[in-house]
Every structure is written in structure tokens, then in C-alpha cells.
Antibody, heavy 123, light 107 residues
Framework: QVQLVQSGGEVKKPGASVKVSCKAS????????ISWVRQAPGQGLEWMGW????????DYAQKLQGRVTMTTDTSTSTAYMELRSLRSDDTAVYYC????????????????WGKGTAVTVSS | SYELTQPPSVSVSPGQTARITCSAD??????AYWYQQKPGQAPVLLIY???ERPSGIPERFSGSSSGTTVTLTISGVQAEDEADYYC??????????FGGGTKLTVL
């Protein structure tokens, strides 16, 4: 079955970087994108951006431009999200999700989600 | 970009029908999607392209669209449906937008 397995929780100090992995299985990795969504404690969902596993094209949320990098390794069907210059308000659960899109038909959504990776930023 | 507006909370008795709305002018031209999130769990896709239901999602979940408002309807609400529900769309550049979420309480 389609599955996304994320790396374990992290505790980081302010100013550090974190890199979260998301290993896909059960489908053709390059036929979809991977989106990253985060959720701060007690808050709603915040879209961070997405990457095409086919060609590596990315689209990042404007708020995170310059601090976030999304990559994929097609040899291992794994996606990565790196967030730099961490601040306390980056404390959140970070989810990867399989991304389905068509710019031509204007649909963009996530149909399968990982279980999430908790990232805590604290001095 | 734009915002998706959802009511913060909706309450319903078991067996009744719950309706959760999501509004934005752009929804008259763009697809909407719905996710369910239970405490401590990842979101689950309930509805895509306004009214399509993925395999495995119970038929009591349905979506509809009218003008600038989309609605998630849960018929015959069960205690297990108590959760947060998020609508989602995208802007003209493909940037994903989430609504603020609605907490469904089953009385």
C-alpha cells in the first residue's frame, strides 16, 4: 500500500538547521510530487511548499523562501525538507504528503500523508 | 493569494447531519478539498475536487459547491467523526491554501 515514512523527532537550538526525510513506498515515486505541511502546537495546517519528484522543480511558500530547501533522491524514493535559521516559532509537527497536481486543470492536493515529525526549537 | 474562511466550531448530536462551510470568492473558480484530522494523527483526505470521495472514505462524507462557498456534509454523524476538519484550495500560481479549521464536536 502507499506509505510515507518520516524520520524521527528532532530538538534543535535557535539558529540551527533541521533536515526531515520522507521515504515513499507502494507507488511510482516520480509520478507524483511531495508536499510539506507543518502544524504548530494547537494551530492549523500551514503549507510549506512542494517538489516534483519527476524533475525536482520546487514551489515554496513565500513566507519560507530563503530558509527552506526541498529535495528528492529518486534512487531511494526519499524526499527531504531542510529548514535553516530555526526560530522558536518553527516548533511544529512537519508532515510530508503525496502531492497530486495539474496546472492545466488547476487541481492541487495531497492524498496520502506521513505520520509527521516533531521538531522542537529551544535553547 | 486569498483566505479560506471556516467556522471555528460546529456541534451536532449523533445521527444528525453536520455541515461545515468554507468560503472565499476564489472558490467559484477553484477546486476545494477537505481533510479530517483527529488528535495526534495526520490529516486524511476526505473529499477532492469539490465532491469526489477517495476510496475507503465512508459515503456519509460528501462535498458540494455553490458559488463562493463549499460545504462538507457528514450524514448520520458518529462519535468517531469528532475531529478537526480543514478545507484547502490553491491560488492561480498553485500555492496551496488551508482554511483555519473547524472543530466538530459530537454532543
Amino acid at each position: 500500500q502507499v506509505q510515507l515514512v518520516q524520520s524521527g523527532g528532532e530538538v534543535k537550538k535557535p539558529g540551527a538547521s533541521v533536515k526531515v526525510s520522507c521515504k515513499a513506498s507502494g507507488y511510482s515515486f516520480i509520478s507524483y510530487g511531495i508536499s510539506w505541511v507543518r502544524q504548530a502546537p494547537g494551530q492549523g495546517l500551514e503549507w510549506m511548499g512542494w517538489i516534483s519528484a519527476y524533475n525536482g522543480n520546487t514551489d515554496y511558500a513565500q513566507k519560507l523562501q530563503g530558509r527552506v530547501t526541498m529535495t528528492t533522491d529518486t534512487s531511494t524514493s526519499t524526499a527531504y525538507m531542510e529548514l535553516r535559521s530555526l526560530r522558536s516559532d518553527d516548533t511544529a509537527v512537519y508532515y510530508c504528503a503525496r502531492f497530486i497536481w495539474s496546472g492545466y486543470s488547476s487541481y492541487y492536493y495531497m492524498d496520502v500523508w506521513g505520520k509527521g515529525t516533531a521538531v522542537t526549537v529551544s535553547s | 493569494s486569498y483566505e479560506l474562511t471556516q467556522p471555528p466550531s460546529v456541534s451536532v448530536s449523533p445521527g444528525q447531519t453536520a455541515r461545515i462551510t468554507c468560503s472565499a470568492d476564489a472558490l467559484s473558480k477553484r477546486y476545494a478539498y477537505w481533510y479530517q484530522q483527529k488528535p495526534g494523527q495526520a490529516p486524511v483526505l476526505l473529499i477532492y475536487k469539490n465532491n469526489e470521495r477517495p476510496s475507503g472514505i465512508p459515503e456519509r462524507f460528501s462535498g458540494s459547491s455553490s458559488g463562493t462557498t463549499v460545504t462538507l456534509t457528514i450524514s448520520g454523524v458518529q462519535a468517531e467523526d469528532e475531529a478537526d476538519y480543514y478545507c484547502q484550495s490553491a491560488d492561480s500560481s498553485g500555492n496551496v491554501i488551508f482554511g483555519g479549521g473547524t472543530k466538530l464536536t459530537v454532543l
